[in-house]
């Protein structure tokens, strides 16, 4: 059967003629369709229908092909086909999306009916890409589908949370154990170094859209290498994950409830001084110090039994003409540190409709509102004045009350004056609330059988708002008569998405693809906030802050942005086993400099399903085999709005004891600032063994991303500090495994799904090729100096920066010369890196790389019988971490309580030991307080049983299962802080998040559970 | 139909897309430099700049002037756990990256930079020298304020005196010597003494003024030895009082009293800090922690802590020794105790900055303080000093100390016998020595001290004489009277190197 080329794109639809690129890419396609000719002789005839396994019923549209030459049809509307064969002895080859290909010899037969099995292996899953779904088989991009089920194996505070350890290449770590805390995604590691490295959300086609909760999500697809992201241009640097969430089915109802209640509790805690203890500690420093006599255990007194209650209840179904989900979910969980909660609450609403044979409508919905109590922790500078509850509950005094014989707060007595961690767990409020509602519409509506036609708008708005108060029953509060501020946000994102698929399969061994589309996304975001000091009473809160005395400037800030794109993509298979696919977008983004309006980003991957070539099919243990490579380039839009701009700054000035109106240049324009471009080369294969019960993907990438943004140093005389130019490279490479096995699959049953990566973080450009500094200590640590990272050319970022630590000086030893060092027996001895004979800051050298070596996942499926048992580990390997709170504990100068080391101190008598002699000393970060992270955690185990379908339905339930499970209950780790699994000050999406990396202060540790749950299915 | 979908569909994307794409930017909120300068009122607005950054954090707030207070040997480290960038500063033992430098470097030239806006902004507006010289002045002498600042710490530095647009311009320049940037800071003084106003509206004292202007020469002719040059100055702005309503307080106690600091007569220029308010750094001061009491009711830092041998020589009957010191607060349980009974340091604090902060935190911090660089008593003792140096000691000379002594007498109100008045017939270096020695007590803690010992090379006599108050062995005098350059910035411009000697 022959056809011919019928390819024709509308006029003005959509692709836009004028843009170069998508010409390249139009004139590369229509010399493809060229390629599509083979005539062959034709001497013997196949009839037959196919029918599906399932119910019997014909199935259209099944490729036939007769095997080893381009020969094929596909079948009728009621499964029958016709194909006329080269001889009577070939061998013919049906396939189907879903289902598994068959093979059969003709042996001179003119009737050959066939049942097609439904194929449950991954490899025939469709999966979802950018503007589009190809099968897993067809594929030729590095991408990860996580599935609901996995997603939902524990009460997670978020999909985010939910998607750790569970695909390769993709690293996910909480940056505080708070409840509400935010979670920082890389995947293959930072792509940037002062711009943001987190992956963009695209939630249902609705590119930057809100993250609907686990319950809710259909499947997740992390596209990670350039042909895969590329389509996404400006903001696909970091990688894109893809959310599906769910949808109704034509057919009956299905009505799911499912509940959990988790009890909590901190993973662990340090082992301190007590009371007594530390009264010796401090009276070696301070033959004067009188002990107040008491024993308080403080992390005794600021947790607390935390609980999370999960709650979620869904219905969905629907006829041919309208199908729907909607969805409800609660999530409520009090931490375990007194004052702090959180909670969400959520709708989805999933709707789509046949409004006739050609045109489908639907609409996605979703409402949040999600609540936080939150306390001090991580404080970037906590003196007297911001004590974090949990460094306070460590350094407090253990020799204290909790009280002053008056009923006032006790506070610290050597050291600074801080605040005890009760006081801070009971007094302090900040109480956030953030409202998001999403909404996005969309139409498809097929042209031609062969060209569909999708356009969507969509609408995000979130409002968020934080209010605190400072009551006069903490420092910072008495120091001012009570604080009160309120801070509000709004966010707005709207989209408008158009584009055209064009699918067409010409010969019977060419498929084509090809999309083309336009997007225009307005963004913007306001904030306004006020502070007021000075109040009647702490009673008013932070809702009454006009009865504050004395006000503080008001302060508030608008930017808007917009993106307008256009994009395009080619899809070209040769017999299924030689597959291409072409990428590009441009995107014109007002953020960018006044020279630099545009960018293109192109990509194109080749994949081989080397599995069907013939050679292959003689080794029957390979079911599969394909080679994947691809090369491209993505983005990261980097700058803010207006940052290229030139400004002057406002000032805040007095004149005759009144602020006037002031300003003064605070930055120079750029009018060359460009986005970052990352180019990433990727090569892949997805194997299958023995019929796919072990299934393997490899893959190997590197990414260099370069025109790095950097505030470029200029000499401060000018008075500037910096002007953001592009400089810089740093580069990402490694491999990624990804192991799915099948290994038990009878009644006793047992699925292992593992994923190992290995990212190698590494700086290759720095402006002048200059050393970078930077700093993340916690204020108030006042005696370190405020280097304590290294951006160096060949080492990875955030590499620790420091002096080495070389023990403690004994009595005979020599003692290194160096202002501010000790040269005491018992004191702190440090490596003369210079060997100047003096020490001095040029004796600080690297002393630690937070990186991990590698990172993996290991989860285990097992089912007997109704019985079914998950076990799950997450791990990370060959990471430093630096603790702060251990600098702080045991630097041994007496200024606030210490760990149980404490007790193995140099004294005359004991001094074998690394831990100094009690003395004042200055704080200096140093490899004394660098430390291996590296962790296994069983982050699951889950035991279930699901009734007996026999006595379920009795109760008209289709399905009940009921099930135990704990979360986090082992770790192994030789980390002596409380909790491997932090990261201080490393949040949000700025440069501390790509450089403040292993850091360890005040963290809330994150919690241990025990979970009881049941899910129903009517 | 089909068509006419087909037609809606492709207006659609026309409509939806194409028609609203515009990627220009046109911030709301954001000052843009291009356009700024329209009127006076816009120029005075980048000359309050100036005064803003003046009264932060990073100088007057804490840093500049606790750098130079440490710097000299009437105030020491009192928490010597604080920052080693300050214990260094104090003992003689920075280095080219010190923290105190970096902090206070930067923002010296942010100020001068605002002061070459502003001038570069007042002439674009092409007004007539009358109407547009006060403005050019005000904006000049705020850049020779900075200067004389910064040539009394570095010696030859990076001379800006121009807006600067394209800073990487300015990558190759050579540090300009010395006495260059006195020229320059002469010519901009004389200037500014010739358009300066006598006065503002509410004869504000952070504004300079004629007399503000001649005052600066006077203590800039002073620095150099310029002693007839320096004398001639002071004389002028002490003849000439009364137009600039310059007077010594009755009260010395009333010129550390936040709530009387916009009133003071005394004052020449200040810098006005806000209670209770800040943005940033802005008008954020932390000198009162920094020389409060640690863990007592003051909530102080115990930083810069004058050593005890400050206080011990200093006479008790001196009412100014009592307005200088906090030698004993309450503890937090309340109870009421001298310094032998301090929790830490246990020496005498200094009171100037702490006592009377007005509308301020509990510990001191954003106080209601106007920080005066310069006050008409300073005026005094430089025609003092100036004129026996020039003319020799005479009866004006001995006058002018007199009359700084006569307000000393005043204790609250209440007259006493010291400090006398000064003995006739003192030989020259005796005379000159016991000037100095007023300044040192007249002007304590306020970071004077530190530019005569520079001015004088007195270091080996104070750091390293029999009667050191604070003895520092390690004190170079081929390299401390200088500090270094921060690194960066050579690393940047190799053309700035060799650093100062030493460093």
Known sequence: MMQTVRFKIPPNAGLRPSRSALKVCLSALFGLMLLSSATFAQEFTVTGKLTSGEDGAGLPGVSILEKGTTNGTTSDSDGVYVIRLSGSQTILSFSFIGYTTQEARVNSRNTIDIILIADITQLAEVVVVGYGAVKKSDLTGSISSVKSEQLTAYPAISAEQALQGRAAGVQIQSNNGAPGSDFKIRIRGASSINASSDPIFVIDGFVGGVLPPPEDIQSIEVLKDASATAIYGSRAANGVILVTTKKGKTGTTNIQFNSSYSFQEEISRLDLLNGEQFTDYITEINPAYVSSGENTDWQDEIFRPGAIQNYSLSASGGTEAARYYVGVTSFDQKGIIKGSDYGRFSVTSNLDFTASKRLNIGLNMFAQRESQNGTITQEGSGGINNTGVISSSYKFMPDQGIYEPGGSYTTALVGDPTDNPVAVANEYQNESLTDRFQGNVYGEFKILESLKFRTSFGATVNNGRTGIFIPTTLNQGRNVGGQGSINATKRTNLINENYLTYTTSFGTDHSLTVLGGYSLQKFSNESWGATSQSFITDAVSFWNLNGGAIAQPPNSFFSESVISSYYTRLNYSYKGKYLLTLNARSDGSSNFSKNNKQAFFPSGAVAWNMGSENFMTNIPIISFWKWRASYGLTGNQAISPYGSLARFGTVYTVINGVPVNAVRPTSVANNNLTWETAAQFDIGADIGLWNDRLTITVDYYNRVTSDLLFALPLPQYSGFGGVLSNVGKVENKGFEFSFASRNLVGEFKWNSDFNISFNENKVLELPGGNDVFTGSRPGHLIGISSSTQILRVGYPVGSFWGFEYDGVYQANDTFIPGAGFEQTAGGEKFRDVSEDGNLNSADQTIIGNPNPKFIWGFSNDFSWKNFDLNIFFQASQGNDILSYTLLELETMSGFNNSTTRALDRWTPTNTDTDVPRASGRPQRVSSRWVYDGSFVRLKNIALGYTLPAALVEKMAIQKLRVYVSAQNILTFTDYPGIDPEVNYSSGGSGSGSNQNLGLDYGSYPNAKSFTVGLSIGF | ?503
């Not at chain 2, 209770?276 to 009162?288: A, F, H």
């Not at chain 2, 106007?370 to 006050?375: E, G, P, S, V």
């Not at chain 2, 750091?463 to 921060?486: I, N, V």
């Open chain 2, 1 to 503: 139909m089909k068509n006419r979908i087909i037609k809606i569909f492709v207006i659609a994307i026309f409509f939806s897309g194409i028609g609203c794409a515009d990627l220009e930017e046109n911030p709301v909120g954001l000052l843009a430099p291009e356009g700024f300068f329209k009127t006076t009122k816009d120029v005075e607005a980048a000359i309050f700049g100036a005064y803003g950054v003046i009264a932060s954090e990073s100088l007057f707030g804490r840093q500049f002037a606790s750098a130079l207070m440490l710097r000299s040997d009437m105030v020491d480290i009192g928490n010597r756990s604080t920052s080693a960038e300050r214990v260094q500063v104090n003992d003689f033992n920075m280095d080219d990256r010190n923290g105190m430098v970096s902090r206070f470097w930067p923002v010296w030239y942010q100020v001068i930079n605002a002061a070459n806006a502003a001038e570069a902004g007042a002439i674009s507006l092409g007004l007539s020298e009358a109407e547009i010289n006060p403005y050019i002045a005000e904006a000049r002498f705020i850049r020779a304020f900075s200067y004389y600042h910064m040539v009394r710490v570095f010696g030859d530095l990076p001379y800006i005196d121009f807006a600067v647009s394209n800073p990487l311009a300015l990558t190759t320049i050579s540090k300009t010597s010395e006495a260059d940037i006195y020229a320059g800071i002469e010519a901009d003084l004389v200037f500014a003494k010739q358009w300066l106003p006598n006065s503002f509206v509410s004869d504000v004292r952070s504004r300079p003024t004629k007399g503000t202007a001649a005052s600066y020469l006077a203590s800039v002719h002073l620095t150099q030895g310029n002693y007839a040059d320096a004398y001639t100055e002071a004389k002028w702005v002490i003849d000439n009082r009364a137009t600039f309503n310059y007077q010594l307080e009755a009260d010395f106690q009333d010129l550390f009293r936040a709530d009387k600091a916009d009133a003071l007569k005394e004052t020449i220029f200040t810098f006005d800090f806000l209670g209770l308010q800040n943005l940033g750094s802005l008008n954020d001061d932390l000198m009162g922690p920094m020389v409060g009491v640690r863990n007592t009711r003051q909530l102080g830092f115990g930083v810069n802590v004058p050593a005890l041998a400050v206080y011990t020589t200093w006479n008790a009957l001196d009412y100014r020794r009592k307005v200088s010191f906090t030698d004993s607060t309450f503890l937090n349980n309340g109870q009421w105790v001298g310094y032998l009974n301090f929790p830490n340091e246990k020496r005498p604090h200094i009171a100037k900055w702490r006592r009377f902060p007005g509308k301020a935190n509990v510990d001191g911090r954003f106080s209601d303080f106007n920080y005066a660089d310069f006050r008409y008593a300073e005026v005094l003792l430089i025609a003092s000093e100036a004129l026996a140096e020039s003319a020799g000691v005479n009866a004006e000379a001995e006058g002018y100390v007199n009359q700084v002594r006569a307000r000393a007498r005043n204790w609250a109100g209440t007259p006493t016998a010291f400090p006398a008045n000064v003995a006739t017939g003192l030989s020259k270096t005796d005379f000159i020595n016991l000037v100095l020695e007023e300044r040192r007590l007249e002007l304590a803690f306020e970071w004077k001290r530190w530019y005569d010992i520079k001015r004088r090379k007195l270091g080996d006599v104070v750091f390293k004489g029999p009667g050191s108050l604070e003895p520092r062995a390690l004190f170079d005098p081929t390299r401390d009277y200088l500090m270094p350059l921060p690194a960066t910035e050579l690393i940047l411009n190799p053309n700035l190197a060799p650093n100062n000697p030493g460093y």
